[in-house]
């Protein structure tokens, strides 16, 4: 199923629907275009960003502490560990 931008593949930890929400959006476009340095461990789904640490579940950055919502590390790490698909031109729910 798509919601938003993103196929859910296999990412259980939040509910499918919240993918939609606009805010949410801008995060899954900012994933696919940050520019700073990170490394992805794609067997472990963690992260490490210039100015956090993520996994598919908790982010240390200031959105994710705020609304406890997926994050743009968050969605790049779903990403790139096959969680999700994100395709740029979708902004519809199914």
Do not use: V
Request: hydrophobic share 35%.
């Amino acid at each position: 199923m798509t919601y938003g931008r993103c196929e859910i593949l296999s990412w259980p930890d939040f509910s499918n629907e919240i993918h939609a929400l606009p805010d949410q959006i801008a995060k899954q476009d900012a994933a696919m275009t940050y520019a700073g340095s990170f490394y992805i461990d794609k067997k472990l789904a963690t992260g490490r960003f210039e100015k956090c640490e993520a996994d598919l579940r908790h982010c240390t950055c200031p959105s994710f502490i705020k609304d406890k919502l997926p994050c743009k590390h968050m969605y790049l790490i779903a990403f790139y560990s096959g969680a999700i698909r994100i395709n740029r031109f979708l902004h519809f729910t199914k």
